[in-house]
């Protein structure tokens, strides 16, 4: 767990299940990879200051640091939705994928750090028979938006901000390949995390990036390659 980027008490830690409920059968009844997964929970009434939601991200901050961000172009992961976490937030209340990175961007050379954060839509198939099950795996270049956060996310930066507009994939890695810095952006750390916005209580497996898939088991990360 990234504490640094932790608000509140939250919830994530390796562990073994979930599987799905007792009408579930099949691969979506159990992890995609293993028996384990990452348990994610955060609270959205817990915090005594102004804003009471939790926030949390689990991650490395050493592997990918100064990797390029043009590198990546496979993303994603598999998730554990149950109908809690729908009737908490809609059925896009999920987790979410964030990069810290420099941005580097000719337009801002003084905005050293934004994060890149990924956005999935509803998991398939369509709720409610998606509910209290794991997904197939959600590919982040192609489904949801991106944003970035702080200057970089702005119409001076990449104009792909929080609030709106949004981006596709394809248009943020666009933005952020501005063609005038000798520098390009990097990456200074990759996460997995939830909040500050609804309640919720699920699982990820199955982290891809680029060629590696991180396969969460109650006893460790195992890198798994992609051929």
Same mark, same amino acid.
């Given at each position: 767990?990234?504490?640094?980027?932790?608000?509140?008490?939250?919830?994530?830690?390796?562990?073994?299940?979930?599987?799905?409920?007792?009408?579930?059968?099949?691969?979506?009844?159990?992890?995609?990879?293993?028996?384990?997964?990452?348990?994610?929970?955060?609270?959205?009434?817990?915090?005594?200051?102004?804003?009471?939601?939790?926030?949390?991200?689990?991650?490395?901050?050493?592997?990918?640091?100064?990797?390029?961000?043009?590198?990546?172009?496979?993303?994603?992961?598999?998730?554990?939705?149950?109908?809690?976490?729908?009737?908490? /937030?809609?059925?896009?209340?999920?987790?979410?994928?964030?990069f810290e990175i420099d941005p580097n961007l000719t337009s801002l050379p003084g905005t050293n750090y934004s994060t890149l954060?990924?956005?999935?839509?509803?998991?398939?198939?369509?709720?409610?028979?998606?509910?209290?099950?794991?997904?197939?795996?959600?590919?982040?270049?192609?489904?949801?938006?991106?944003?970035?956060?702080?200057?970089?996310?702005?119409?001076?930066?990449?104009?792909?901000?929080?609030?709106?507009?949004?981006?596709?994939?394809?248009?943020?890695?666009?933005?952020?390949?501005?063609? /005038?810095?000798?520098?390009?952006?990097?990456?200074?750390?990759?996460?997995? /995390?939830?909040?500050?916005?609804?309640?919720?209580? /699920?699982?990820?497996?199955?982290?891809?990036?680029?060629?590696?898939?991180?396969?969460?088991?109650?006893?460790?990360?195992?890198?798994?390659?992609?051929?």
């Amino acid at each position: 767990m990234i504490t640094r980027n932790t608000i509140g008490s939250p919830v994530a830690d390796l562990r073994d299940g979930p599987y799905g409920s007792y009408d579930k059968t099949g691969p979506s009844a159990r992890p995609p990879y293993g028996t384990g997964s990452l348990g994610i929970e955060v609270a959205d009434e817990s915090q005594a200051s102004s804003d009471h939601r939790e926030k949390v991200d689990f991650g490395n901050e050493v592997d990918f640091y100064g990797d390029p961000v043009l590198g990546l172009t496979n993303v994603g992961f598999h998730v554990f939705q149950t109908n809690e976490n729908v009737l908490a /937030g809609g059925v896009d209340n999920l987790p979410n994928i964030r990069f810290e990175i420099d941005p580097n961007l000719t337009s801002l050379p003084g905005t050293n750090y934004s994060t890149l954060v990924w956005v999935p839509a509803a998991v398939s198939p369509a709720f409610p028979a998606s509910e209290n099950q794991w997904s197939p795996y959600i590919d982040a270049t192609q489904n949801g938006y991106w944003y970035l956060t702080g200057a970089a996310g702005g119409l001076s930066g990449t104009n792909c901000s929080e609030s709106l507009p949004h981006c596709t994939w394809a248009q943020i890695k666009t933005a952020l390949d501005d063609g /005038g810095s000798s520098a390009r952006p990097t990456i200074l750390s990759a996460a997995v /995390g939830k909040g500050r916005d609804n309640a919720w209580v /699920g699982a990820v497996d199955g982290l891809r990036i680029n060629r590696t898939i991180y396969d969460f088991e109650a006893n460790g990360v195992t890198a798994r390659r992609v051929n």
